[in-house]
């Protein structure tokens, strides 16, 4: 069972953050180098209709539009990774702009007659927009766009360094800015360890799940035009694994259903097993075990990178002195 992130879960520890920079040339590569999140866009015939021009486009009305986006001001112009589209201005019946032509790769080119058009660029989730004129007579301009843009690359540890295997790892990307309701807008959901998201300069705030219970830390990250930033957060958190036995390293207990309270009473995990494994968030902890009608528990804690067994004994006795025998070892 999922429980709600707490605000007291809200801290974070961000134990490597590295900005990589790079010439321009370079920094586009090394984010072409890596996996992008994004929601691709497959290219189809170029098409060349405006709306606002009366009658169908001739060979003799088309003009040739050339586009390229940079990195950085500074940069060069990108040879790869960018999905270009091009919309009409005026809205369509169901309130959006048509599109009206698309292009994958780096520049490229457009043949459209005179009027107004939006030309859009994306690299990943970032992106830019602009309004283009062509006009009846006289050469176009290349169209340049600035995307302003850079990337991260994210990954966690639990406690000081120990491994998280990424399966059992997710990160979400949110808007910097809190909404008047208190939430905030969604960039990218279920992003991967050590994958790239190409994103907008600027201040990201970033969800890391460790497990489904209640592992979830919150960093704020800074993403740098031209540069792409190696973020590793640090769980506070452990993965266990539980066991209702007959004696101490004994063999677990099968049928056995299982519910993990908090020390203030509330339920944050239930399952049913021998010997379930999950991931806590570091704190004092209730194991309570049924099974044949019959319910043994005992108080444990977790300590964040701290991977064990919490065993809990068919004798009670053996519970409260083994949770007290851990108390005076901490």
Known sequence: ????????????????????????????????SFSQIATPTKGGKLTSFNPIVAGEATPANLRDVSCEALLTKDGSAMQHGLTWRVFSPIPGADGKLPLLATSEGGSAAFQLVPGEYFVNVAFGRAGATKKLVVPDSGDVDKQVMVLDAGGIMLNAVSGSDVRIPPKELSFSVFAADVREDGERNLVVADVKPNSVVRLNAGTYHVVSDYGTVNA??????QVE??????????????????????????????DTAWSILTSS???????????????????????????KNKIYQRDFAVKAGVNTDVEVLLDENANEEKAAAEDVAD
Do not use: W
Request: glycine share 6%; aromatic share 4%.
């Open 216 to 221: 979830v830390i919150r960093a704020d990250i």
């Open 265 to 291: 009473g509330d339920t944050v995990s239930e399952s049913v097993g021998a010997f379930p494994t999950l991931v806590l968030a570091e704190g004092s902890y209730i194991a309570v075990a049924r099974n």
């Open 225 to 254: 035009a031209g540069k792409l930033t190696r973020a590793t957060i640090q769980h506070r958190a452990a993965k266990l694994t539980l066991k209702l036995v007959s004696e101490p390293g004994g063999e677990a207990i099968a």
């Open 1 to 32: 069972m999922r429980m709600p992130a707490r605000p007291v879960l809200a801290a974070c520890l961000a134990v490597a953050s590295l900005a990589s920079s790079f010439a321009p040339a370079r920094a586009q590569e090394a984010l072409d």
